[in-house]
């Protein structure tokens, strides 16, 4: 069964740069959802979309911005990278109009800011 | 606030049946999900319960009590590969399912 597909699954970024994450969720999911995991942390809720408008956000930076676009792959675009923001970025899609409320997870980002 | 508490390790022997506990207070309620994380890789779904009652899926069962807001998580026939983090979330809010999770158990499973 196709699984959420994210791209890159590495990132090596340096402190101040800018960094696109890109997330395809399973076919026919129209709900994405974006969390950060630190190390040795349980995953915190970024935002999430609903048919392609922002539907809740969380905890994110403002120098954190995403969007859902038409085919309902959502990327998540980090800029003034911080030290901080080293995490491992997951995305999850469902499907709750289609009655499937299950989050499934996709690999991850592993974001590493230098 | 939002609070959801786990025990933070268990050991368990192959073989065994194991139970790990999750307590959640919070401000809204949609459902409750239960996912296995092993180190540096995604969260892996387990189970979801939204109503009261015993959820059973081959060796996993997860259990749901809205009104003592508690749930477990029951493990049968250990296998070594179930050595893993498992995660208890809370979906809440009106227009999504945004998941709070707590901060994992880390089983152990020892032959």
């Known amino acids: 069964a196709a699984g959420v597909i994210q791209s890159p699954r590495h990132l090596i970024k340096e402190k101040r740069e800018t960094a696109t994450l890109k997330c395809y969720p399973i076919?026919?999911?129209?709900?994405v959802y974006w969390y950060q995991q630190g190390p040795g942390q349980d995953p915190q809720f970024l935002i999430s979309?609903?048919?392609?408008?922002?539907?809740d956000k969380g905890s994110i930076p403002d120098r954190f911005s995403a969007q859902q676009f038409s085919d309902y792959h959502s990327e998540l675009n980090m800029s003034s990278l911080e030290l901080g923001d080293s995490a491992l970025y997951f995305c999850?899609?469902?499907?709750?109009?289609?009655?499937?409320?299950?989050?499934?997870f996709g690999p991850g980002t592993r974001l590493t800011v230098t | 606030g939002q609070n959801i508490d786990q025990p933070t390790e268990m050991t368990a022997t192959e073989g065994a049946i194991v139970q790990i506990n999750c307590t959640y207070q919070?401000?809204?309620?949609?459902?409750l999900f239960w996912y296995q994380q092993h180190a540096g890789e995604a969260p892996t779904f387990l189970s979801y319960n939204v109503l009261d009652g015993l959820e059973e899926k081959g060796r996993f069962s997860s259990f749901l009590s809205r009104s003592k807001g508690y749930s477990y998580l029951l493990l049968k026939e250990l296998q070594m590969k179930d050595s893993a983090s498992y995660l208890c979330a809370v979906s809440y809010g009106y227009n999504t399912d945004k998941l709070i999770f707590g901060t994992g158990t880390r089983l152990q499973v020892f032959p």
């Open positions: 999850a899609s469902s499907s709750p109009t289609g009655g499937s409320y299950e989050q499934y």
């Open positions: 076919p026919r999911h129209d709900t």
């Open positions: 919070t401000s809204g309620f949609n459902g």
């Open positions: 979309f609903y048919e392609k408008m922002q539907s």
